[in-house]
Nanobody, 121 residues
């Protein structure tokens, strides 16, 4: 059973930094795109950033220049470095990954349980 486990959330003051991590485990053949999404209270879940297994990245415009997504393929882990955090960044952040359990199966989307990020003074 594939699992994504996030860590690194917490409370930070505006202008501060946090680094989120998400590790995939459980036995599988391959991971393609990994990403981070967030959901603020009363709002829909939105894409924050994605990274392919080749390292190509994509960001929502509101975080460009402040957030950096990266991955360690050997550790099946994706990171999100968040700098210059703003109060509107307060949300539950979710990890997502496309995972193929076997070489002859298609990629399925898996989600982590979410980690709370609160930006407040």
């Amino acid at each position: 059973q594939v699992q994504l486990v996030e860590s690194g959330g917490g409370l930070v003051q505006p202008g501060g930094s946090l680094r989120l991590s998400c590790a995939a485990s459980g036995g599988f053949f391959s991971i393609n795109t990994m990403g981070w999404y967030r959901q603020a209270p009363g709002k829909q879940r939105e894409l924050v950033a994605t990274i392919t297994n080749g390292g190509s990245t994509n960001y929502v415009s509101s975080v460009k220049g402040r957030f950096t997504i990266s991955r360690d393929n050997a550790k099946n882990t994706v990171y999100l470095q968040m700098n210059s955090l703003k109060p509107e960044g307060t949300a539950v952040y979710y990890c997502n990954a496309g995972v193929a359990q076997y070489s002859n199966t298609r990629y399925l989307s898996y989600w982590g349980q979410g980690t709370q990020v609160t930006v407040s003074s």
